[in-house]
């Protein structure tokens, strides 16, 4: 996969040696013909190609090196900007007859610019993107055309911020508006300075007017837009909303293209010229679970002490509407870092309206299939309830064996948890005023012991939903309850009440759909 960087340096301050070209004379005999010549940088970073014919005759390529950290200089990065990396090119002075190409193994997603420098002068060099890693969209090679020999530098003079404003909901029919991006260019100016003898060189680099931002939405997974499908192209900063609704049951993706044009002044040396970069970015959050609920009957509380027993406290937002468990399709390393990599879903932290919690150690989220459960509350969860305590929870029997499931515990003929053996209850404890998630494994003996983790619980409006790893769960088709419950700390008989899924607590569990 080849995509330029599309630097475009129109000034050449000084360029060292004459043209290849006329030096050769008349009959070209300057350049001796050979074979590709492929040269290794001393630390493995760089390999540098020399094309056919283009080596001057008397020079063998046993002669040529290329070193690593340019000799005799140092770096001094001002406001942010680096040196990505510099290499010594020998011997100094020599000219070829096409640019030789310096191909540079790196990581690096920011906009590298080429700097060629040498004793009678400096020039800038266009850098491309020669090879891409496909599986994560980061650069394994970058590409600079060298028409002589001196030292190179390449130096990174811009950064890029790219941010999401996350929502994620549950929703069937429903339409949905999504604020999904907000994309930003750092405004400050960026200078570094590096030193060749007593000479001192210089890059000054600041954003250009009139850079601007595309966003493209398309490849829609289990969801489309409302209306005719958008493309916006604004001055940054740009914050862009678009509106989906649900086509099937499922998994909610979508995938945003970025297409990044961005413009700098820049100056080498006291010269001022320009220079440009031309970047896509494709950002593809997971928005939720699209299902077909199973719902609810609103206000139908359960007292764990059984229908006889009115619920002292009760509120819509513990009240359910609708629920829902599916497995996803399996989601690549490069997918769940992008969702939980500290990334989209973010360990305890609310931005953007979306909470996420997890446990306190939770652990690298595996790749794989993951078990997305959701519910729909009768009103937004409240982010700090100052009076009350809340926990919201989904239980499986784990393993469809009845042997280690939970056992009520008479007056508590409604307990919520009964028949299952596996729990996950995320808790808002309002004396401490803090958000919490446990995961408890029952045995056969009804013993109850915390277990590690790497669930994720999201919370958005009147949406909790629960991410999972499938790997916890050992069974393929795993039953689950839904409750959500509320209590004045204590567990009071004279302040508490909740609402399950289904009928009421006796119900059986209902199996997770595992498509």
């Not at 010269?271 to 009957?297: I, W």
């Not at 446990?359 to 989220?365: E, L």
């Amino acid at each position: 996969m080849r995509r330029a960087l599309v630097l475009w340096v129109p000034l050449l301050l000084c360029a060292c040696g004459g043209d290849p070209a006329t030096d050769a004379g008349t009959d070209g005999g300057a350049f001796a013909t050979h074979e590709e010549i492929r040269v290794e940088a001393d630390d493995g970073s760089a390999t540098l190609i020399i094309a056919p014919d283009s080596l001057p005759r008397g020079v063998s390529a046993e002669e040529i090196r290329v070193l690593a950290g340019a000799s005799s200089s140092t770096v001094d990065p001002g406001a942010g900007a680096s040196v990505l990396a510099s290499y010594e090119l020998l011997p100094d002075g020599l000219s070829f007859r096409e640019p030789a190409e310096l191909l540079i193994r790196t990581d690096t997603t920011t906009s590298p610019i080429g700097v060629l420098d040498s004793d009678v002068g400096t020039e800038g060099i266009d850098v491309t993107v020669a090879e891409e890693s496909v599986e994560d969209g980061r650069f394994v090679a970058l590409s600079a055309a060298i028409p002589h020999f001196s030292a190179f530098f390449l130096l990174v003079v811009e950064e890029l911020v790219t941010t999401a404003a996350k929502r994620l909901r549950t929703i069937g029919e429903r339409q949905l508006t999504e604020s999904l991006v907000s994309v930003t260019r750092n405004t400050a100016p960026r200078t570094i300075e590096f030193y060749r003898g007593d000479r001192v060189v210089s890059v000054d680099a600041a954003p250009a007017g009139g850079s601007t931002v595309q966003i493209v939405a398309g490849n829609y997974m289990r969801v489309e837009p409302v209306g005719e499908e958008e493309t916006a192209r604004e001055a940054l900063p740009l914050s862009w909303e678009a509106k989906y609704r649900c086509t099937d049951a499922g998994v909610m993706t979508a995938t945003y293209t970025f297409y990044l044009d961005l413009g700098y002044q820049l100056t080498i040396d006291g010269v001022e010229g320009s220079a440009g970069e031309l970047r896509e970015v494709q950002y593809r959050p997971t928005l939720g679970m699209c299902h077909r609920d199973p719902t609810d009957s609103s206000g139908d509380c359960a007292d764990s002490e059984g229908p006889g027993v009115t619920c002292s406290e009760f509120a819509d937002y513990v009240d359910l509407i609708s629920y829902n468990v599916r497995a996803t399709d399996t989601l690549s390393r490069a997918e769940v870092e992008a969702l939980f990599g500290n990334t989209a879903y973010p360990c305890d932290e609310l931005g953007g309206g979306v909470r996420t919690v997890c446990t306190a150690t939770p652990g690298v989220f595996p790749e794989g299939a993951m078990w997305v459960g959701s519910m729909i509350l009768g009103a937004d969860v409240p982010d700090a309830d100052p009076d009350h305590s809340l926990i919201y929870s989904l239980v499986f029997d784990s393993d469809g064996d009845p042997a280690n499931d939970w056992v009520i515990v008479p007056p508590y003929v409604w307990d919520y948890f009964q028949g299952t053996d596996r729990w996950y209850q995320l808790i808002w404890n309002h004396l401490t005023r803090t958000w919490s998630v446990t995961a408890t494994q029952v045995d056969a003996s009804q013993a109850q012991a915390s277990v590690p983790s790497a669930v994720r619980v999201v919370i958005v409006g009147d949406a909790v939903t629960f991410f999972i790893p499938i790997t916890e769960l050992p069974s393929a088709t795993p039953a689950y309850r839904f409750s959500g419950f509320i209590h004045d700390g204590e567990f009071s008989r004279s302040a508490r009440g909740g609402d399950v899924s289904g009928s009421d607590p006796t119900a059986p569990p209902v199996p997770a759909d595992p498509t």
